[in-house]
């Protein structure tokens, strides 16, 4: 369905990497219709090597001809590039911005252009997994909100929701939920350490018991599954898990993350702020 349009990453890192591997290996076009753009003239060339896409160094250039622009820089870049880019994006084209805080207006206001997708993934698309919330400005047609659909689903699952809050939520939720996932399984690998396990048998059976929960979760019938049922079949009366779940409960460990997720869903919102609104500290 996207075969033929041209999709160009300004930004070439990570993200921009899960993605374009993900396009390809899902067959969804070909390397000579994705195109990179980033200053650094060896990671153009790997991208270059690895994928048989083409890559340039001037954004401009590369943004000229597509029919998809994908923003994949640092939120701290993006104002200047968005600048750097103003009247040299086709008019018709599709902007899709992955970058974090980043608002729609913010995005339109900078770059002179308003046809936007606003989407956040998150680190497992790497390999596939991932799951990506988006939302689209009012005048991205339909054949556009296909592509897109189709885009951010060749690297894991996606979302689309209507209200543009629920990408700053997201960004919170998902986006940066990867690491607050691998803190947990830091501290509870260190847990293992500091009874005296190695670190490489602490990690083993660390890995394992998210691997394993996460699976039986799946598992599960849809209709009846409920993550406090399953917490509950580990915790039996005056148990190990009854014990160990008074002490996180009593540290505040529920409050402690939403407290950090709230506080990550602000920063995105501030992130989406124009420079002179938020001098950066
Ligand atoms: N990492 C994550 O978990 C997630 C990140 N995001 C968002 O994705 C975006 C990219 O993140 P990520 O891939 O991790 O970051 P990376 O640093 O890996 O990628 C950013 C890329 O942009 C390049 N770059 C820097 N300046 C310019 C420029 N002026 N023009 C073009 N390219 C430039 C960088 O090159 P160089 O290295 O040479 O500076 C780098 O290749 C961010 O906005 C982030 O908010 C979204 C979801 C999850
Ligand atoms: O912390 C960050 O900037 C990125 C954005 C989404 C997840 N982490």
Not at 140 to 159: D, H, P, R, W, Y
Not at 170 to 176: C, F, H, K, R, V
Not at 236 to 254: C, D, H, M, N, V
Not at 264 to 272: F, I, M, N
Request: net charge negative; hydrophobic share 40%.
């Amino acid at each position: 369905m996207i075969n033929g349009i041209t999709i160009t990453f300004i930004g070439p890192g990570v993200m921009a990497e899960a993605m374009l591997s993900g396009i390809l290996k899902k067959g969804l076009t070909k390397p000579q219709n994705i195109q990179i753009s980033g200053p650094l003239v060896d990671r153009n060339e790997e991208l270059q090597k690895k994928y048989n896409v083409r890559s340039f160094t001037n954004n401009c250039e590369a943004a000229a001809e597509a029919d998809v622009v994908v923003l994949s820089v640092k939120p701290q870049r993006l104002e200047k590039v968005l600048q750097e880019m103003k009247g040299h994006v086709n008019p018709n084209a599709l902007v899709l911005s992955i970058v974090a805080g980043a608002s729609i207006a913010k995005i339109t206001r900078n770059l002179g252009h308003d046809v936007i997708v606003r989407a956040m993934p998150n680190t497992p698309a790497q390999i596939g997994e991932g799951i990506t919330v988006w939302t689209a400005s009012p005048s991205v047609s339909e054949k556009q909100m296909e592509f897109a659909k189709t885009i951010l689903g060749a690297f894991g699952q996606e979302i689309y929701e209507e209200e543009e809050d629920f990408l700053d939520k997201a960004t919170a939720l998902s986006g940066t939920g990867p690491a607050y996932v691998y803190l947990f399984m830091e501290a509870m690998v260190d847990a293992g350490v500091h009874m005296g396990f190695s670190r490489r048998t602490a990690e083993r059976l660390v890995i394992e018991t998210l691997r394993g929960s996460v699976d039986y979760y799946d598992k599960e019938a849809e209709d009846t599954r409920h993550l406090a049922r399953l917490r509950n079949q580990v915790t039996s009366p005056g148990g190990t898990s009854a014990e160990a779940i008074y002490y996180l409960e009593k540290a505040g460990f529920r409050t402690a993350i939403s407290r950090a997720i709230w506080a990550a869903y602000q920063r995105s919102r501030d992130l989406g702020q124009d420079a002179e609104v938020h001098p950066p500290e």
